[in-house]
């Protein structure tokens, strides 16, 4: 399953995949399971599942200075430690060093990345939301950005298929804005949480419904339940949550039709103009600097929005001097992300005989009610909330000036219950939001690096208002005290959901992918992960990229039986 070294007889394969993470791993698994023989080329290191989770199964006490990174580890995350983002002692393996991945900012973009095999899948939310028909339409109703090539019903089947087999825990609500998926059982709301879901619902007519998480309720294909540690971003050796690592990498295995090839850093692509097709895929091996060049029929690129816009830009040729499939000039531009970082707390009275068991991964979810039917406000497009209760414990008692028994009586007894909600608002696309390539700068492999030039717009400023008032109005009518709001703008990247940099569209003059995630002047690549996103709703997008992974590669195996590619 895993190589380093290859003999020439090797180096030919009938698809090669450019990275392991969500959207690779359902790319490898769909076209393995159709017959292909697939290379998956992995830029870092090999990480099996449960074998290289070397911090899960660790006790607090077990971390050193409370789990916080070392001074003098932290000059390597300097941008990433700015975020306020969960990079502790107990997760840095996962994160990469910011001096040994360097990138220029015009505008301050927060990346964080991982690699490894498994990508961010080892890390990331877990919500799983389907985008709706109203998403799909989104670009062509108010004119923002180009119209989506497909609609609703074109990948319903796909959201289908990746949930049973990912296994996605929730709940149905009936919901235009919100499809329902195939759900396993969900996990429950804690009593302050149903109060809030009471009250929302009778004040204002809005829904507050169970987390649509990608981790186990109940056991699934030889995988185990969620056991609510909340340690998930450690790595699950119980395979409860989904990661390419646990699910689709070794279905993709068990075929016989798998090579990973960790340590794999893609220079670029090899674009032959007598076929008008790519015919290679150059590496540099991150270990001895050697390069390859590896063939195949297709070639899938779920390298991240970002670094697949990056290997396009530095594919140059006769026919693509600006970069591999950039007729239209739109790769690397219209970068999305998420805007974060704004809602509200409030401490609640009257559930004191009552505490929460575990701990749950994820709290509650409150779909978009803004521009939806007949509401109308001055901006376009919305938001919705992700949130979550609990009660303080022992922790607060570090604070508390006591000693002997009443420090004892302190710690032992439960303190007040607290509820928040945290909006994930829509951004728009924009042309001139773009990241493109510094050639004179490069990074220790010798290839260009990435300058960042994306900044929230004035759609998003006036979006943020009613986020903030929002979340503090809903808290203060279910009764909680002390409601306290927050606005901490920050820069885009921080919801690592980086998305748009080569995206899907009707008119080859103002998009790079059609309807099929193909690049439309280069028919044998596709590309399935953030990049081809043509809008970003204002859901979490993980779902999506694994449905149009299995989509596109299902399409692109049909292809290659028939010999049409």
């Known amino acids: 399953m895993y190589i380093n070294g290859l003999a020439k007889d090797d180096l030919t394969y009938d698809a090669i995949v450019v990275g392991s993470g969500i959207s690779g791993g359902w790319s490898a698994k769909e076209l393995t399971e159709n017959g292909l023989n697939t290379l998956v080329l992995e830029r870092g290191r090999n990480v099996e599942h449960i074998k290289d989770y070397p911090t899960s199964m660790l006790d607090p006490w ?37 001096t040994d991945q360097p990138y220029e900012e015009i505008e301050r973009f927060d990346w964080i990345r991982g690699y490894h095999v498994g990508g961010r ?18 670009n062509a109703v108010d004119g923002y ?18 949930e049973k087999f990912a296994g996605i825990s929730g709940k149905s609500e009936g919901l235009s804005q919100l499809p329902d998926s195939h759900f396993l059982p969900p996990m429950e709301l804690s009593c302050v949480e149903l ?19 990608a981790n186990l309720t109940q056991p699934l294909n030889g995988r185990g339940q969620c056991m609510t540690r909340n340690l998930c971003m450690r790595g699950c050796p119980l395979g409860a949550y989904f990661s390419s690592n646990a699910v689709t990498l070794p279905a993709a295995a ?6 990973i090839r960790p340590h794999s850093i893609v220079h670029s692509l090899e674009y032959n103009e007598s076929t008008g097709k790519v015919s290679g895929v150059h590496i540099i091996d991150e270990l001895t600097g050697e390069m390859k060049t590896f063939h195949s029929k297709i070639v899938f690129l779920n390298a991240s929005a970002i670094a697949s816009a990056m290997i396009l830009l530095n594919s140059r040729s006769n026919r693509f001097p600006n970069g591999l499939g950039n007729d239209s000039d739109q790769v690397g531009r219209n970068v999305m992300d998420h805007h974060l970082q704004i809602g509200a707390n409030g401490t609640i009275e009257g559930f004191e005989d009552q505490y929460d068991w575990g701990r749950r991964p994820q709290g509650f979810y409150i779909p978009r009610y803004r521009n939806v039917g007949k509401d109308k406000r001055e901006y376009v497009r919305g938001f919705g909330y992700q949130g979550g209760s609990g009660r303080q414990g022992w922790h607060r008692a570090i604070a508390e000036a006591a000693i002997g028994s009443d420090l004892k009586q302190i710690a032992a007894t439960p303190g007040p219950w607290s509820v928040g909600m945290m909006a994930f608002g829509e951004m728009l696309p924009h042309e001139d939001n773009r990241i493109f390539l510094n050639f004179e700068k490069l990074d220790k492999w010798g290839l260009p690096t990435a300058v960042f030039d994306v900044k929230f717009r004035d759609n998003e400023y006036k979006m943020r208002v009613d986020m903030m008032n929002d979340a503090a109005e809903m808290i203060e009518a ?37 309807k099929w995630n193909q690049i439309h002047n280069v028919p044998n ?37 028939k010999g049409d590619i």
């Open 195 to 213: 109060e809030l879901q009471k009250s929302m619902k009778q004040k204002f007519g809005r829904v507050l419904t169970n987390p649509r998480m």
């Open 478 to 514: 279910m009764g909680a005290k002390n409601v306290s709001m927050y606005d901490n703008k920050g820069a885009p990247g921080l919801g690592i959901h980086e998305m748009g940099t080569a995206r899907m569209g009707r008119d080859p003059k103002t998009s790079v992918l059609n």
């Open 121 to 138: 899948s080892i890390m990331w939310g877990r919500f799983s939301l389907r985008l709706s028909q109203m998403d799909f339409e989104a």
């Open 62 to 98: 077990e971390l050193p200075a409370n789990d916080d990174i070392p001074h003098p580890d932290r000059q390597h995350y300097e941008k990433q430690l700015r975020t306020g983002y969960t990079i502790k002692e107990s997760t840095k393996h996962w994160w990469v060093k910011d």
């Open 145 to 162: 950005g180009v119209d989506w090539p497909i609609r609703y019903e074109d990948i319903e089947p796909w959201y289908t298929h990746v």
């Open 525 to 561: 690549v596709f590309i399935t992960d953030g990049a081809c996103m043509t809008s970003s709703a204002c859901q979490n997008p993980s779902l999506t990229y694994m449905a149009l992974s299995a989509r596109a590669a299902n399409y692109a195996a049909d292809l290659v039986k």
């Open 254 to 259: 068990a075929t016989g039709r798998l090579t």
